[in-house]
């Protein structure tokens, strides 16, 4: 899967990704959201927390490309895959879609 650089992700969220325990997942959490991602085999992991409580948990494998922007306002992390894509607006205001052909 290509991965934007560490300093796009400073660049769309302030802070650079981290990694895991396993040293080839990376991790970035902004917000409540948090996105770790393995570059390797192409997997992605979505959770939203609110007040510490997990809300969504979101894993899925077979990613092509990870793309990470903000822009008037917004914030936004959308990952291709083969079938389609998930998409995850961090700002404003937490919004996940996935969208399969």
Do not use: C
Not at 26 to 53: I, N, Y
């Amino acid at each position: 899967m290509l991965v934007p650089s560490d300093d796009e992700f400073v660049d769309a969220f302030g802070v650079s990704p981290e990694a895991e325990d396993e040293p080839w997942i990376k991790a970035v959490q902004v917000e409540g959201v948090r996105v770790s991602f393995d570059a390797h085999v192409g997997s992605l992991r979505v959770q939203w927390f609110q007040d510490d409580e997990l809300v969504v948990d979101l894993y899925r494998e077979g990613a092509n490309r990870m793309l990470v922007w903000s822009g008037k306002g917004e914030s936004h992390v959308v990952v291709e895959f083969g079938d389609g894509e998930m998409s995850v607006r961090i700002h404003p205001a937490v919004r996940i879609t996935s969208r399969h052909n």
